[in-house]
C-alpha cells in the first residue's frame, strides 16, 4: 500500500524523462540502422563518380576514343605508357585495328595520345568506382555497422559494376574485327542501359537510407499507389529512350538531318527502311532511328503531361513539387535534344543532353519515390 502524498506535491514527478522515453521509441529501428548516414553519403559518392562516369563515357564516344586500347587489362592497364617506347608499342596495336586502317591512316603519335587519354581515364575511373565501392562495402560490412536487409543491396552494387565493366569490353571488341570502324551500336546502348540502371539503384538507395526504416513503413500506409504506377510507366518509357539514344550515339545518327520538326523537309526521312533484313533499320539507319527518337521523346513529353496533372491532384504539397521539376525537366531536356539535332550534335551540346537525361532520371524516380512514401506534412501543406 502507497503511503499518503502531500497535496502540494509535483504531478508526475516520477514519470520517465525526456531521454529516458525517448531511449523506449523507436523499437522497429533498434539494432537495425547500422550507420546509415555514413553508408548514404558513400553510396552518395558513388552515385557521383557514376555520374562523371557517364559524362566521360558520352565524351570518349564523341572524340572517337573508344577503340584506341585494344586490349583488356583489368589490373596491368591501370599503368599507362610510361616511355616512348610503351607508346609506340600501343600505337603499333592500334595501327593494326579497323579503325585505323579504315578511317585514321596516317594519324601521328600525338594524336594517338590524345585519344589513348581519353579512353584510360574512362577505364581508369571505372577501376576508381570499384575501388571505392570495395572499401566501402567490406569496411562497414567488417564493422557489423550495415543496417538489417542492406547487405543484399549494397553487394549488388559491386556486382553490377563488375559486369558493367565486362560489358564494357564486350562493346568495345565489337569495333576491333573485321570492318568495324565503330563499336556495335546495340552493344553501346547495353553499356549506357546497365550505367544508368545502376545509378536508379543507387538513387533509390539514398532516398530509403534519408528516412529511418519505421518513418518508411508509416509513410507507405499513405501511398499513392496511382501516382506512383504512372511514375513507373514515366520511368520505363525515359528508359526505352536512353536506350534508343544511345543507337543514335552509335551510328552517329544525330549528325544528320539537322532540320526540325521535319527530316530533310520531310515528316519521314529518306529510305528509312533501306537495310536488309528490315529490322535492322532500326538499329542501323541513322535516319530511321533519329526518327524513332524524336517519336519516343515526343511521347514521352505526352505522358509527362499527363502524369503531372495527375500529380497534381496530390494531397502531399512535396509530391506535387518533385513531379513539377520532372516536368521542368521534360521541357528542359526537349529543348537540348532539338538544339542538338539542329547543331549537328556539337560535342558540348550533346553532353549537356546527356546529362540531361541523367537528371530526368533521377528527378522522375525521386518523384515516384514520394508517391510511394509521402512525407508527412502538416494540414497546413494540403490544399
Given at each position: 500500500?502507497?503511503?499518503?502524498?502531500?497535496?502540494?506535491?509535483?504531478?508526475?514527478?516520477?514519470?520517465?524523462?525526456?531521454?529516458?522515453?525517448?531511449?523506449?521509441?523507436?523499437?522497429?529501428?533498434?539494432?537495425?540502422?547500422?550507420?546509415?548516414?555514413?553508408?548514404?553519403?558513400?553510396?552518395?559518392?558513388?552515385?557521383?563518380?557514376?555520374v562523371v562516369m557517364i559524362a566521360v563515357g558520352g565524351l570518349t564516344r564523341l572524340t572517337d576514343s573508344g577503340l584506341s586500347i585494344t586490349e583488356w587489362q583489368p589490373v596491368s592497364g591501370a599503368m599507362?605508357?610510361?616511355?616512348?617506347?610503351?607508346?609506340?608499342?600501343?600505337?603499333?596495336?592500334?595501327?593494326?585495328?579497323?579503325?585505323?586502317?579504315?578511317?585514321?591512316?596516317?594519324?601521328?603519335?600525338?594524336?594517338?595520345?590524345?585519344?589513348?587519354?581519353?579512353?584510360?581515364?574512362?577505364?581508369?575511373?571505372?577501376?576508381?568506382?570499384?575501388?571505392?565501392?570495395?572499401?566501402?562495402?567490406?569496411?562497414?560490412?567488417?564493422?557489423?555497422?550495415?543496417?538489417?536487409?542492406?547487405?543484399?543491396?549494397?553487394?549488388?552494387?559491386?556486382?553490377?559494376?563488375?559486369?558493367?565493366?565486362?560489358?564494357?569490353?564486350?562493346?568495345?571488341?565489337?569495333?576491333?574485327?573485321?570492318?568495324?570502324?565503330?563499336?556495335?551500336?546495340?552493344?553501346?546502348?547495353?553499356?549506357?542501359?546497365?550505367?544508368?540502371?545502376?545509378?536508379?539503384?543507387?538513387?533509390?538507395?539514398?532516398?530509403?537510407?534519408?528516412?529511418?526504416?519505421?518513418?518508411?513503413?508509416?509513410?507507405?500506409?499513405?501511398?499513392?499507389?496511382?501516382?506512383?504506377?504512372?511514375?513507373?510507366?514515366?520511368?520505363?518509357?525515359?528508359?526505352?529512350?536512353?536506350?534508343?539514344?544511345?543507337?543514335?550515339?552509335?551510328?552517329?545518327?544525330?549528325?544528320?538531318?539537322?532540320?526540325?520538326?521535319?527530316?530533310?523537309?520531310?515528316?519521314?526521312?529518306?529510305?528509312?527502311?533501306?537495310?536488309?533484313?528490315?529490322?535492322?533499320?532500326?538499329?542501323?539507319?541513322?535516319?530511321?532511328?533519329?526518327?524513332?527518337?524524336?517519336?519516343?521523346?515526343?511521347?514521352?513529353?505526352?505522358?509527362?503531361?499527363?502524369?503531372?496533372?495527375?500529380?497534381?491532384?496530390?494531397?502531399?504539397?512535396?509530391?506535387?513539387?518533385?513531379?513539377?521539376?520532372?516536368?521542368?525537366?521534360?521541357?528542359?531536356?526537349?529543348?537540348?535534344?532539338?538544339?542538338?539535332?539542329?547543331?549537328?550534335?556539337?560535342?558540348?551540346?550533346?553532353?549537356?543532353?546527356?546529362?540531361?537525361?541523367?537528371?530526368?532520371?533521377?528527378?522522375?524516380?525521386?518523384?515516384?519515390?514520394?508517391?510511394?512514401?509521402?512525407?508527412?506534412?502538416?494540414?497546413?501543406?494540403?490544399?
Open positions: 500500500m502507497t503511503g499518503k502524498r502531500s497535496i502540494f506535491e509535483e504531478v508526475g514527478t516520477d514519470a520517465p524523462k525526456p531521454q529516458d522515453r525517448a531511449a523506449t521509441t523507436g523499437i522497429i529501428d533498434r539494432g537495425r540502422n547500422g550507420a546509415r548516414g555514413a553508408i548514404r553519403l558513400w553510396i552518395m559518392m558513388l552515385f557521383t563518380l557514376v599507362p605508357p610510361l616511355n616512348l617506347a610503351d607508346w609506340q608499342a600501343e600505337f603499333a596495336k592500334y595501327q593494326a585495328s579497323p579503325e585505323y586502317q579504315l578511317q585514321n591512316q596516317g594519324m601521328s603519335l600525338s594524336s594517338f595520345q590524345f585519344i589513348y587519354w581519353w579512353e584510360w581515364g574512362h577505364r581508369q575511373l571505372g577501376r576508381v568506382i570499384g575501388l571505392v565501392w570495395a572499401v566501402g562495402f567490406f569496411g562497414f560490412l567488417a564493422a557489423r555497422k550495415i543496417p538489417v536487409g542492406w547487405t543484399g543491396r549494397l553487394l549488388l552494387l559491386g556486382a553490377l559494376g563488375g559486369a558493367q565493366g565486362a560489358i564494357g569490353w564486350w562493346m568495345v571488341s565489337s569495333g576491333l574485327t573485321g570492318d568495324q570502324t565503330d563499336v556495335a551500336s546495340y552493344r553501346l546502348a547495353t553499356h549506357l542501359g546497365l550505367a544508368f540502371v545502376i545509378l536508379g539503384f543507387i538513387a533509390w538507395y539514398v532516398f530509403a537510407l534519408g528516412r529511418e526504416d519505421r518513418v518508411l513503413m508509416q509513410a507507405r500506409r499513405s501511398r499513392e499507389s496511382r501516382l506512383a504506377g504512372w511514375g513507373t510507366a514515366l520511368a520505363v518509357l525515359a528508359f526505352v529512350q536512353i536506350l534508343i539514344g544511345a543507337l543514335v550515339a552509335g551510328i552517329d545518327a544525330g549528325r544528320n538531318y539537322t532540320d526540325w520538326p521535319l527530316m530533310a523537309g520531310a515528316f519521314l526521312p529518306p529510305t528509312p527502311f533501306e537495310i536488309e533484313p528490315i529490322w535492322r533499320n532500326f538499329f542501323e539507319n541513322d535516319g530511321l532511328v533519329q526518327f524513332v527518337h524524336r517519336m519516343v521523346g515526343y511521347g514521352l513529353f505526352l505522358l509527362g503531361l499527363v502524369v503531372w496533372t495527375r500529380a497534381r491532384k496530390s494531397p502531399n504539397s512535396d509530391t506535387r513539387f518533385r513531379f513539377n521539376a520532372v516536368l521542368g525537366m521534360l521541357v528542359l531536356q526537349m529543348l537540348l535534344g532539338i538544339g542538338t539535332v539542329l547543331y549537328g550534335a556539337p560535342w558540348h551540346i550533346a553532353i549537356l543532353h546527356q546529362l540531361g537525361a541523367v537528371l530526368l532520371w533521377v528527378l522522375i524516380l525521386r518523384a515516384r519515390f514520394a508517391a510511394q512514401y509521402p512525407i508527412a506534412q502538416s494540414l497546413r501543406g494540403t490544399r
